[in-house]
């Protein structure tokens, strides 16, 4: 199915690895033009190299989403790149998960600001030139834990709760702009923080796929792959789902006990 998607503008955050990459590499298959920034500028030059490796019209930029002033600058060159904005991708986070009354005020502060106001700037900023464009398309990735939270989960699932509030607030308020907002919520998925976990464990990274997806009772049977969460979110930023809003979708092979 043609998404649609050529030459289109895609701004996604947090995309130097895993998701966010594999979301990149799904937009520029179908032809759209990707900016993409993170912090680890290392393996953002190296994701942007391997995009523009297979054709790719790539911008990528450094910044951390939870500083305003980095936000404006990777909107504002983009804009500046292309002259318009047609969607946006808020994947920026990482995961943070303790019992409640181990975590610090610092540490809900930093969660809040990397995961909730990174994406509510973000939207404010883009926006106007989704508006400009007469429509377009936001985001957000989100966790299964945003519908059923569990014990030791805090701050993430609070915060990613916060942004599927503001997935819903967001498509009421923006679509008779006919800006269309949605949340895909991760459940096990491949990524780089898995990686660097069974590197941690001294073990393959498959091994401990493998064994997460057995303990956490998969029905799949299987950790999802990066490329099956992108081929979602492509879908949802195109005008093939031109009638799909405010609504947030579970990627997780059917783990959450929640619709």
Request: charged residues 25%.
């Amino acid at each position: 199915m043609d998404l649609e998607l050529s030459g289109k503008v895609v701004l996604v955050t947090g995309a130097s690895e895993g998701l966010g990459a594999a979301v990149c590499n799904r937009l520029v298959w179908e032809g759209a033009r990707v900016a993409l920034c993170a912090r680890n500028l290392r393996r953002l030059d190296a994701t942007a190299a391997t995009l523009r490796a297979q054709g790719g019209e790539v911008l990528a930029l450094p910044a951390d989403v939870s500083r305003a002033e980095d936000l404006e600058r990777f909107v504002t060159a983009a804009h500046e790149r292309w002259g318009r904005v047609d969607a946006l991708v808020n994947n920026a986070g990482s995961a943070s998960a303790k019992p409640f009354l181990s975590v610090t005020d610092a540490e809900w502060e930093q969660d809040l600001q990397l995961k909730l106001f990174a994406a509510v700037r973000a939207v404010r900023l883009t926006a106007p030139h989704l508006r400009a464009a007469g429509g377009g398309a936001i985001v957000n990735v989100l966790s299964i834990k945003a519908k059923e939270p569990g014990k030791n989960t805090t701050p993430s699932s609070v915060t990613r709760a916060a942004g599927m509030s503001l997935t819903k607030v967001l498509s009421k308020e923006l679509g008779p702009d006919g800006i269309r907002v949605n949340a895909v919520l991760v459940g096990m998925i491949e990524s780089g923080q898995w990686e660097r976990r069974a590197e941690a464990a001294g073990k393959p990274p498959q091994v401990l796929y493998a064994e997460k997806s057995r303990e956490a009772g998969v029905p799949l049977g299987r950790i999802g792959r990066a490329e099956e969460f992108a081929d979602v979110v492509a879908f949802l930023v195109s005008p093939r789902a031109s009638y799909v809003s405010g609504t947030a979708i579970n990627v997780d092979g059917g783990l959450s006990g929640v619709v």
